[in-house]
């Protein structure tokens, strides 16, 4: 009885130390790779919720949600995304982010290229989530006719389009305002010698920033903001069932937002830095002027009188 005691108690110790051995194995330690797992992820989980509100009012015919809705689903799954990457690769989970901050000198341009396909490849995989997830309902809704215009349109789902009414000018306005926006506030969100968000606040700061774009910048062409956010959706309608037309409609509006949100990423942090970052203090005058106030040694001669310093209270 004591020997199959003893026997046990060494299987259970081999276990525990094979234990930390496997998880040791299969971490991985190079930033590079770690990067690309979380920026996908993270880019995934915002898609798929926000993807699936989005299914959820069209083929629900407003029963299920209406366009609120849809700004709230954004707000909430980009916040749910900065919450599962934040730390590890900053869930930029937007190209049009990741390419400010390489021109702001915040990221490798080394690194662009991995963000720029985590983001797509978790778009991509998203919609097709999105897709076999809301199947029966976008064809019970369209009757299995995939199309990308009209009322029983069901390509908005996973891609933007402008409204019948918006320019290729507009449109194209539209995004380099939007994604401006959106960086100049994210540049103030994350300013530490301003009014940032408080420590462990920032997915709820960043989606309360998503969710005011949506409801005061949404309505002309679906506030994509995101190159990567776009395109891989786009590409995944094309293959399957949608066709080129995703690519023909609205003029051929399929650039627009993938190209206006870089130039209104640049622009939004650019005007940020020019107009309050680039003016903050030296932290050198900022601490002198501190020393000053509270260290008598630093007060000006002409308060000193007959040896003593003469204090105000």
């Not at 915002?46 to 299914?55: D, E, I, Q, R």
């Not at 009014?195 to 960043?206: I, K, L, N, T, Y």
Request: one cysteine or more.
């Amino acid at each position: 009885m004591k020997q199959e005691v003893s026997i046990m108690e060494d299987g259970s110790r081999r276990e525990d130390h094979m234990a930390p051995n496997v998880v040791s194995r299969l971490k991985i330690k190079n930033e590079c790779i770690r990067v690309v797992l979380a920026e996908t992820l993270c880019t995934f989980i915002m898609m798929v919720f926000g993807l699936g509100t989005v299914a959820q009012v069209v083929t629900g015919n407003g029963a299920f949600g209406e366009y609120f809705s849809i700004n709230v689903g954004f707000g909430l799954s980009v916040a749910m995304g900065v919450h599962v990457g934040g730390k590890v690769s900053g869930a930029h989970m937007n190209a049009a982010v990741s390419f400010t901050m390489c021109v702001f000198g915040r990221l490798r341009w080394k690194m662009f290229p991995l963000y720029v396909f985590a983001q797509f490849l978790g778009s991509f995989l998203a919609a097709g989530t999105i897709f076999l997830l809301y199947y029966d309902a976008i064809h019970h809704y369209c009757g299995g006719n995939f199309t990308v215009s009209g009322p029983k349109a069901t390509a908005g789902i996973f891609a933007t389009y402008p409204a019948p009414y918006i320019s290729i000018y507009t449109g194209f306005f539209d995004q380099v305002l939007g994604t401006a926006m959106l960086l100049l506030c994210l540049m103030a969100l994350a300013d530490r010698r301003n009014q940032p968000v408080v420590s462990g606040g920032e997915p709820v700061g960043v989606g309360l920033l998503v969710l005011l774009i949506g409801i005061s910048m949404g309505s002309n062409s679906g506030y994509a903001i995101n190159p990567t956010r776009d395109l891989g959706p786009r590409v995944f309608t094309l293959m399957a069932g949608w066709g080129m037309e995703v690519f023909r409609a609205g003029n051929g509006w399929w650039w627009v937002p993938l190209v206006a949100p870089f130039i209104g990423g640049v622009t939004g942090a650019l005007i940020y830095e020019a107009f309050v970052e680039l003016h903050h203090p030296d932290l050198k005058s900022t601490k002198t002027q501190k020393k000053s106030a509270e260290d008598p040694e630093c007060v000006p001669l002409e308060k000193c009188k007959n040896g003593s310093t003469e204090m105000s209270l």
